[in-house]
């Protein structure tokens, strides 16, 4: 075999391998191109971006909503459970201040020295003004107009300086604790002044007839 026909048919094996090597290359593209789809996915449309972004907004925004009412709520709670402890608190306190109270007022009638009474008197304003931090405020009825919803009458008595249906005398002080009543104030109502007694009715004079007789 000449030189000549060698070179040809190691020509022709070269670019056979090279067929083969692009044909091998093609059908692999293929392959991946098939299992990736095929094709790029589709660009979304302008008109369901918009969609997709108001409804996160208006999720965003129920989510603040849904929050702000817990914040709320719960700063709701904690106050009611405040209140509650201070009323339970203010409960178990009312009797140490009626016994301080009942104290003051036989030490004013018996032979105590007026310093004591006076540092008694001290002690028990600085004890108010703690409890009055907290919202506890007496309530004094005396000379006022009954009110059921802040007063207790335990008794009813005429009185001819006292107008009808007023208060006479405060028996139990009465407290309140932020506006609302915590113990109504015991006290003795005015039924106003004594009737006076009806005239007894008068003997009619006798006639004549029976003086004659």
Do not use: C, W
Request: net charge negative.
């Amino acid at each position: 075999m000449s030189k000549k026909k060698k070179k040809e048919q190691q020509s022709e094996s070269a670019a056979t391998t090279e067929n083969a090597a692009a044909e091998a290359a093609a059908v692999e593209v293929a392959e991946d191109s098939a299992e990736s789809g095929g094709t790029q996915p589709a660009a979304t449309p302008p008109e369901d971006q918009q969609a997709e972004i108001d409804a996160m907004k208006d999720r965003l925004l129920r989510l603040q909503a849904d929050f702000d009412n817990y914040r709320k709520r719960m700063i709701r709670e904690k106050e009611e459970t405040f209140q509650m402890a201070n009323e339970a608190l203010m409960e178990e306190i009312l009797p140490v201040l009626d016994h301080m109270e009942m104290a003051m007022n036989a030490a004013g009638q018996q032979q105590v020295p007026d310093a004591f009474l006076d540092g008694v008197k001290l002690v028990m304003g600085q004890l108010m003004q703690v409890l009055k931090k907290f919202g506890l405020t007496p309530i004094d009825a005396e000379g006022l107009l009954f009110d059921p919803h802040q007063h207790e009458a335990i008794s009813h008595l005429k009185s001819e300086t006292v107008p009808d249906h007023h208060v006479i005398a405060q028996t139990r002080r009465g407290y309140s604790l932020r506006n609302k009543v915590l113990r109504a104030a015991q006290v003795v109502v005015s039924d106003g002044p004594q009737e006076p007694p009806a005239d007894e009715p008068q003997e009619e004079p006798a006639s004549q007839e029976e003086n004659g007789q």
